[in-house]
């Protein structure tokens, strides 16, 4: 009895074994799949929001699933939001590229930006606080490219780990060279490009290779920007950030980057060829730093994509730090230096002057001065600090 007893629950056990197994199985390889979008419709069938739930919904969870676009016709397309999309729960790359007429960047950071966008996304009618596209935790390693995105308070938002933000025009339309607030230009439309914040590390926003490079801006409300960065380990190489495809035309934003990250490891530009930003056109400030370990390097700050000061460009503060630790801005190696030029603050500038703080500043190159209340070191001799001009 106790033996048979005994077989019974092994034979029970292997069945809901092998259901599990199939079950699972069913789940784990299902193949990834490509979902097209074929009309700028809200919703339904060949809708955006559409394919964002078939790709949520097809549950392979390692494997890439791809949003394309196929709209019938040669211009624009402007998908105009009723409601928020969807969040994307699983991993998926959005290709902007592939609508026809679209194509990607060729020009090497900084010269002029010649990608084509073909996919607007506009949530200038969306009340309360929107997102144009968020990325939850469980859409690590998802990709955004060739989109434009713009009217949400926050038009891209990261809370996943390893995003890839690349060749995108973010709170601008497909011009290029213009933020737009349609008819319901309230305080928080385009508040904020792109936001990583609540969960997840490794941001990629542009990149070395031509075809990733952004154009980011926003605009209204203070204390947002084009990039907000709370979390760690992003990569910011060979955008525009608050200028136009052009390299010449201030968007009108009111803060470029600002970084309020914990453990840092924010990369702003490199010295590698592609990796410089140009960081220009921000009311407020162009880099704003208040977390730690940040590194701004080898950027143009204030000016146009020549490095010259354009009248056409008016910026506020250049670099702003107004507490972070253990970072680096420019560098005693060849292109680490940044090109800080044109500002109508300071250059350079720490509130916190308690000799705390760590942060070091190397080599810029600061042509134009305004002292704006706050110590400017390119004016200030200081001691104790790890200043170098
Ligand atoms: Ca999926
Ligand atoms: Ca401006």
């Not at 990583?196 to 926003?218: C, E, K, M, Q, W």
Request: hydrophobic share 40%.
């Amino acid at each position: 009895m106790r033996v048979k007893q005994k077989y019974l629950f092994a034979g029970f056990g292997l069945l809901i074994g092998l259901l599990s197994f199939a079950s699972l199985g069913s789940q784990a390889f299902a193949a990834p799949a490509t979902f097209t979008v074929t009309t700028v419709a809200d919703t339904g069938v060949g809708s955006l929001r559409a394919a964002i739930e078939s790709a949520n919904g097809n549950s392979n969870a390692s494997d890439m699933d791809v949003i394309t676009f196929n709209i019938a016709g040669s211009g624009v397309h402007t998908i105009n939001l009723v409601t928020e999309l969807p969040d994307i729960t699983q991993k998926v790359t959005i290709n902007g590229y592939s609508q026809t007429g679209a194509s990607a960047n060729t020009t090497i950071s900084p010269a002029p930006m010649d990608s084509v966008i073909k996919i607007e996304i506009n949530a200038n009618a969306l009340s309360g606080h929107p997102r144009g596209l968020n990325f939850e935790s469980g859409a690590a390693q998802s990709v955004v490219r060739g989109l434009s995105v713009y009217g949400a308070e926050t038009n891209i938002s990261v809370q996943a780990s390893n995003v890839e933000v690349k060749g995108n025009y973010i709170s601008v339309d497909a011009s290029g060279l213009a933020i737009p607030n349609g008819s319901n230009d309230n305080d928080t439309n385009n508040a904020r490009g792109i936001q990583f914040h609540t969960s997840g590390s490794g941001l990629a926003i542009g990149g070395v290779n031509p075809a990733d490079r952004n154009i980011i801006t926003n605009k209204h409300e203070t204390n947002v920007g084009a990039i907000v960065v709370d979390r760690n380990d992003a990569l910011i190489y060979g955008n525009y950030i608050g200028i136009g495809r052009d390299g010449v035309s201030d968007l009108g934003g009111t803060q470029g980057i600002s970084s309020v990250i914990s453990g840092g490891g924010l990369i702003v530009g490199g010295t590698s060829t592609g990796m410089r930003n140009v960081i220009s056109g921000s009311s407020i400030t162009q880099v704003n730093l208040v977390g730690a370990k940040a590194k701004v390097q080898n950027n143009l700050i204030g000016t146009d994509y020549t490095g010259a000061v354009s009248s056409g460009i008016t910026s506020g503060a250049g670099i702003s730090i107004p507490g972070s630790t253990e970072s680096l801005i420019g560098g005693i190696g060849a292109n680490e230096g940044n090109v800080i030029k044109g500002v109508s603050g300071a250059g350079v500038a720490s509130v916190d002057l308690d000799f705390t703080i760590t942060w070091r500043r190397l080599r810029d190159k600061i042509f134009h001065e305004v002292m704006a209340g706050m110590c400017d070191f390119f004016n200030c001799t200081i001691e104790g600090l790890f200043v170098y001009c």
